[in-house]
Each structure stands twice: as C-alpha cells, then as structure tokens.
Nanobody, 124 residues
Framework: QVQLVESGGGLVQAGDSLRLSCAAS????????MGWFRQAPGKEREFVAA????????RYADSVKGRFTISRENVKNTVYLQMNNLKPEDTAVYSC?????????????????WGQGTQVTVSS
C-alpha cells in the first residue's frame, strides 16, 4: 500500500512558476514509477509526466515539454513537478499516482494509487 499526499498548488499569474510535491508513505515507494496527472473543470483527466523508479527515465505530455520537470528523491519518499512558464490552460487539479508495474505509463489505468490532488490556478 502507498498513500500519496500532494502539496504546493496555488493561484499564480501566467509566466510564473510552481513546484508541486507528492509525499508518499509506504516502504515500497522507491520501486514504483510515479506519474502526475491533471484534470481541468469539465475535462477528462490527462497525463502530465512520469518518472521511473530509479529516476533515470522520464516522459512528458507534449503540452508541458520544455516547461515542466518531474523529479524524485527516494530517500525522502517524494516526487516533484516543477512547473515553469505557467499558462492559463495549465489550470487544473494535479494529482500524483504510483505505478507498481514500472511501465512509465501515460494511461491512468496503469496507476494503482492516487493522491487527492492539489489545485493549480493560472490567471492571465
């Protein structure tokens, strides 16, 4: 079992930066791939970024490439999402998730554990 708690969301202006954190409990965190997803009002949840359990491999949605960076510190049981040059279309609830299959997946169906999410609002 893995419990996930996100933090770091907030209200910012276009062009600003935010760093989201996802703190995990459970001794097996370090062997899970981790992902970030987001869901805007009235839209489906979408993949944002994923990182392998070693931290060596990452994957990003095209919409965030070059602006967002996913990273992790297994010693702290934490995964991060650094978001730069934020745009109003980045406004959403951001959730982290854990994938025990190490597939670096973009599909939410591959993730077994989810946090509650943190709201990010970007004003123009």
């Amino acid at each position: 079992q893995v419990q996930l708690v996100e933090s770091g969301g907030g209200l910012v202006q276009a062009g600003d930066s935010l760093r989201l954190s996802c703190a995990a409990s459970g001794r097996t965190f370090r062997i899970y791939d981790m992902g970030w997803f987001r869901q805007a009002p009235g839209k489906e949840r979408e993949f944002v970024a994923a990182i392998s359990w070693t931290g060596d491999n990452t994957r990003y949605a095209d919409s965030v490439k070059g602006r967002f960076t996913i990273s992790r510190e297994n010693v702290k049981n934490t995964v991060y999402l650094q978001m730069n040059n934020l745009k109003p279309e980045d406004t959403a609830v951001y959730s982290c998730a854990a994938d025990p299959r190490s597939s670096l997946a973009e599909s939410e169906n591959e993730y077994d554990y989810w946090g509650q999410g943190t709201q990010v609002t970007v004003s123009s």
